[in-house]
């Protein structure tokens, strides 16, 4: 309306008092000298981000008494010689959007009326200046899809060499050991290298020294350990594991006791018996069995007040812990957690020193539980039919637990710090999931979420600003 009215120079203009609801972009566009613009008055709730576009001489500007509840990041960027705002008589909503604002209210030279809140109810009849912070409430995170690898897996195992993040993905179905290692440049996961086995179902690495061992579990043809070859720049075999010891691995759980390197192979079937390894500078080997006939599905090292135990889940009996004993240098029976059969899986974590587990569960509820300084409590059940995997994981200070189900989608929970419980956060569709595994690489971190019936996936996590 004003593009040929370039004459518009000191004068003030004043639009008070109309019925204007909202002010698009260059809305002032040819004002190139104006120097004072009044739009008091009106109905104006919405005003574009570049509804001042080209306003650089506006040293006087007026939004008082309209129905403005937030205004768009930078609106003002343009205003270079503004001296007075005046935005009184309207009715900011002091949440996120109204950050930015927040934030210039403290850089700005110009002299800005007081900014009234009217919501939310904690800030009501406050000065915007007097809001503490945005930080917390601005600020969300997600899980995007980042990569999809078209194969299927059933663990996933992550390690650092020579200043490079590598993965392994155990692939039963194609009989490999999958190694990809992070592209700095393309900013994805590639291959890298491929141990070939039969019915492979778990690899793990073992870092000694400047030395890459990864431990392959396989369900036939007995299970190995690969070592990395510089000479060959590729994995090859080291040594063999005892196939009257391991007959049906099910996890592999990696530990440091006294500097002595060990790893734990939970055995699954009947006839199997879960062994601890350690090393002796040659190779690995069978250290102690620790029990028979219990079917054990899964293997955890926990440090428990400054104490090294070993938690054994199993399909025939509640989870036992095992604790080390530094006379003998072996672990012994400790305790149990009862009331707890059939667990197919337990983690640990901890928050804030606090020391968690969760135990997985197919059938029936699968548990958080808290260790009190005598025992493991149950703080949250949560519903699990089909769950064949419960993993806990952190990315810069949220703390999660991906719920994998076989019969519907995976459900990803974050802590709430106040309650101090998990809620449900996010759903994400994983076929027949069996594991997830957080990688941090260049300052991004990712989860890995293996499929027994589909591709594997890789999501990001991300911070959503929420003011923007």
Known sequence: AFIHFPALLVAPLLLNSNTFTIIRDDAFAGLFHLEYLF?????????????????????????????????????????????????????????CKTKWLFLWLKMTNSTVSDVLCVGPAEYQDKKLNDVTSFDYECTTTDFVVHQILHYQSVSVDTFNSKNDVYVAIAQPSM???????????????????????????????????????VVVAQLFGGSHIYKYDESWTKFVKFQDIEVSRISKPND????????????????SSKAGLSTVYKWN?????????????????????????????????????VPIILQWNKNSKKFVPHSEIPNMEDVLAVKSFRIQNNLYITLTRFIGDSRVMKWNSKQFVEIQALPSRGAMTLQPFSFKNNHYLALGSDYTFSQIYQWDSEKKLFRIFKEIYVQAPRSFTAVST?????????????????????IVDLSL
Not at 49 to 66: K, P, V, Y
Not at 192 to 201: A, C, E, L, R
Not at 442 to 448: A, E, I, L, Y
Request: charged share 30%.
């Open 39 to 95: 739009i008091e008055g009106n109905k104006i709730d919405t005003i574009l981000r570049n509804a001042f576009r080209g306003l650089r001489d506006l040293t006087h500007l007026s939004l008082a008494n309209n129905q403005i509840k937030a205004l768009p990041r930078d609106v003002f960027s343009d205003l270079d010689s503004l001296i007075e705002l005046d935005l009184r008589g309207n009715k900011f909503e002091c949440d």
């Open 175 to 213: 009989e490999n050991c999958m190694v990809l290692e992070w592209d700095h440049i393309e900013m994805n996961f590639r291959s890298y290298d491929n141990i070939t086995g039969q019915s492979i179902v778990g690899c793990k690495a073992i870092l000694i020294d400047d030395q890459v061992f």
């Open 252 to 267: 592999i759980e990696l530990f440091e006791i006294d500097s002595e390197r060990f790893f734990v192979i939970a055995d």
């Open 281 to 317: 500078n040659k190779g690995f080997y069978s250290y102690q069995s620790l029990h028979e006939w219990f079917r054990d599905t899964d293997a955890e090292f926990v440090d428990i007040d400054g104490k090294s135990h070993l938690i054994l889940s199993s399909r025939s009996q």
């Open 442 to 462: 260049d300052r991004r971190d990712f989860f890995f979420a293996s499929s027994f019936k589909g591709n594997t996936q890789i999501f990001e996590h991300i």
